[in-house]
Nanobody, 116 residues
Framework: QVQLVESGGGLVQPGGSLRLSCAASGSMFSITTMGWYRQAPGKERELVAIITSGGSTDYKDSLKGRFTISRDNAKNTVYLQMNNLNPEDTAVYYC??????????WGKGTLVTVSS
């Protein structure tokens, strides 16, 4: 079992930045990918960024250059640095891990609101 706890969300003005954190606990040895998804009001959940156990990263095309995913293996923590935020980035952001057996783990989410 893997437990995920997100933090770092909040209210930010357009053009501002936030860094989300996802602290993981439990059995990590079979985890293959770690990532962030988001779900805006009235919309489906979408992939934001992923990072593999090998360190490869991928992003939603429209977010490349503004968002950066990283991890600290010693702390079992994954981060999402978000810069130049705009109101369209308002959403609940979820941490997601997947293991080599295809099992998915989700955090409860952290709300990011971009508004003046």
């Amino acid at each position: 079992q893997v437990q995920l706890v997100e933090s770092g969300g909040g209210l930010v003005q357009p053009g501002g930045s936030l860094r989300l954190s996802c602290a993981a606990s439990g059995s990590m040895f079979s985890i293959t990918t770690m990532g962030w998804y988001r779900q805006a009001p009235g919309k489906e959940r979408e992939l934001v960024a992923i990072i593999t156990s090998g360190g490869s990263t991928d992003y939603k095309d429209s977010l490349k250059g503004r968002f950066t995913i990283s991890r600290d293996n010693a702390k079992n923590t994954v981060y999402l640095q978000m810069n130049n935020l705009n109101p369209e980035d308002t959403a609940v952001y979820y941490c997601h891990f997947r293991n080599s057996y295809g099992r998915n783990y989700w955090g409860k989410g952290t709300l990011v609101t971009v508004s003046s």
